[in-house]
């Protein structure tokens, strides 16, 4: 049993039994342990058994809670930033797709113009005056506007002539129809209208309530009067064509800009 218990007491570290008999020999051994101790703190104060950190940064070890603050405070900073770049980010794409949609929403508008109002009106437009200045070519040789009142001054005189006979039927079998067309696109689509309502409509619908009413009176060969008091506003056309154009140049830039904001 006591030699078990003696190597207990050697593998701990304490002095053996037989020293707390002999106080001399004890406090001799614990002076050479705090010798040891002190010796081998001297030893880590030495500079040269430092480590490559400790060398280069003296300070280390007098302020290392201030360099641990330091890094955490990184740390923070860092995942704050974080955060604002993914905000950031979420924002960006928002806006993006808030673009987008505006964009969309505008091409929508502008294609619906372009199908339903302007394509249609510039086309009958521009074909109903080919046809009328076709007429004036073919019975007068020109489409000068001398000439165009010259033989409008003939049918008048003339209102059994051969040039009266073609000039109703090219209203009643084609001009006329094709411009009831118009009003009919043109009151049915009025929401499409960009900007105030053109002036030149009201003098259009003027003629062609005028034209109708004409009609009926040739109908019962009642030929006193051959032309409407309101004339055919050629502003009508010019306006038609120009809305034309500025939609389908703005169609083209907003396809543009969709490829543009949406890959």
């Given at each position: 049993f006591?030699?078990?218990?003696?190597?207990?007491?050697?593998h701990?570290g304490?002095?053996?039994?037989?020293s707390?008999?002999?106080?001399?020999?004890?406090?001799?051994?614990?002076?050479?342990?705090?010798?040891?101790s002190?010796?081998s703190?001297?030893?880590?104060?030495?500079?040269?058994?430092?480590?490559?950190?400790?060398r280069?940064?003296?300070?280390?070890?007098?302020?290392?809670g201030l360099?641990?603050?330091?890094?955490?405070g990184l740390?923070?900073?860092l995942?704050?930033?974080g955060?604002?770049?993914?905000w950031?980010?979420?924002?960006?794409?928002?806006q993006?797709?808030?673009q987008?949609?505006?964009?969309k929403?505008?091409?929508?508008r502008?294609?619906?113009q372009?199908?339903a109002?302007f394509?249609?009106l510039?086309?009958i437009?521009?074909?109903t005056?080919?046809?009328?200045?076709?007429?004036i070519a073919?019975?007068?040789g020109?489409?000068?506007?001398?000439?165009?009142?010259?033989?409008?001054e003939?049918?008048?005189?003339?209102?059994?002539s051969?040039?009266?006979?073609r000039?109703?039927?090219l209203?009643?079998?084609?001009?006329?129809?094709l411009?009831?067309?118009?009003?009919?696109?043109?009151?049915s689509h009025?929401?499409?209208?960009?900007?105030?309502f053109?002036e030149?409509l009201?003098?259009?619908?003027?003629?062609?309530?005028?034209m109708?009413?004409?009609?009926e009176?040739w109908?019962?060969?009642?030929?006193?009067?051959?032309f409407?008091?309101?004339?055919?506003?050629?502003?009508v056309n010019?306006?038609?064509?120009?809305?034309f154009?500025?939609?389908?140049e703005k169609?083209?830039a907003?396809?543009?800009?969709?490829?543009k904001?949406?890959?």
């Open positions: 006591m030699s078990w218990v003696r190597a207990l007491v050697r701990v304490f002095p053996p039994a037989s707390y008999l002999r106080p001399r020999r004890c406090v001799v051994q614990l002076a050479k342990r705090r010798f040891s002190v010796h703190q001297s030893n880590f104060d030495d500079p040269k058994n430092w480590t490559i950190v400790a280069h940064f003296p300070s280390w070890r007098e302020h290392a360099a641990i603050l330091l890094i955490g740390n923070g900073l995942v704050i930033s955060f604002g770049i993914t950031l980010s979420t924002l960006k794409r928002y993006l797709d808030l987008a949609e505006r964009l929403s505008d091409l929508e502008t294609n619906q372009l199908e109002l394509g249609p510039s086309a437009t521009h074909a005056e080919v046809g009328f200045q076709s007429f073919e019975h007068r020109g489409v000068r506007t001398s000439e165009q009142l010259d033989l409008e003939y049918i008048r005189s003339h209102p059994h051969r040039e009266s006979k000039y109703r039927q209203i009643s079998c084609t001009l006329q129809p411009n009831r067309r118009c009003m009919e696109i043109v009151l009025t929401h499409l209208i960009d900007g105030q053109p030149c009201y003098h259009f619908y003027s003629h062609v309530i005028e109708d009413s004409l009609l009176r109908a019962h060969q009642d030929l006193a009067v051959l409407p008091r309101t004339q055919y506003p050629v502003e010019l306006w038609a064509w120009q809305e154009e500025r939609l389908r169609q083209s907003l396809l543009s800009a969709l490829e904001a949406d890959p």
